[in-house]
């Protein structure tokens, strides 16, 4: 199976029912993305298809085969930080950092759908669940990335 993920041509050869997930993190070689429940709830797998997020522990490989895959790893352009992380790093969002990347892919997927949500769209797109608590400080982040410069 070809996959495209960050730019980058992947030939695969797996089982077109494995998470998507495992054959970034273990056919790809991008541990970036996180494994945290399993079951789509959590947000730590987040990676965007064609633009999109979607949650890669629950999506077959086979229904991102031929789609464009974006990981935490290519959200940057070279060493200049996306503004969502750069807002991230700004707004001291991490703290045991494990969620981050998935919440990233989300609001990075939320800002380029809506490019000033409001505190409602917020709530209702990024659901990824942090287990620190750091919930306002994602929020000031999301509002400072909408403010700044693409």
């Known amino acids: 199976m070809q996959l495209n993920v960050n730019g980058r041509s992947y030939e695969v050869d797996v089982e077109p029912s494995t998470p998507l997930l495992w054959v970034i993190r273990e056919q790809v070689g991008l541990t970036g993305t996180t494994y945290g429940c399993g079951i789509a709830q959590c947000g730590s797998c987040t990676v965007h298809l064609d633009g999109a997020a979607v949650r890669s522990c629950a999506m077959p490989v086979s229904a991102a085969a031929g789609k464009r895959?974006?990981?935490?790893?290519?959200?940057?352009?070279?060493?200049?930080?996306?503004?969502?992380?750069?807002?991230?790093?700004?707004?001291?969002?991490?703290?045991?950092?494990?969620?981050?990347?998935?919440?990233?892919?989300?609001?990075?997927?939320?800002?380029?759908?809506?490019?000033?949500?409001?505190?409602?769209?917020?709530?209702?797109?990024?659901?990824?669940?942090?287990?620190?608590?750091t919930f306002q400080q994602v929020r000031a982040a999301i509002h400072a990335a909408a403010k700044a410069s693409v």
């Open 69 to 133: 895959i974006t990981t935490i790893e290519g959200l940057a352009s070279g060493k200049t930080l996306h503004k969502v992380q750069k807002a991230w790093v700004d707004h001291d969002v991490p703290q045991c950092g494990y969620c981050q990347a998935g919440m990233i892919m989300a609001v990075a997927a939320l800002l380029q759908e809506k490019p000033k949500p409001t505190n409602a769209d917020i709530n209702a797109t990024i659901t990824n669940i942090c287990r620190c608590g």
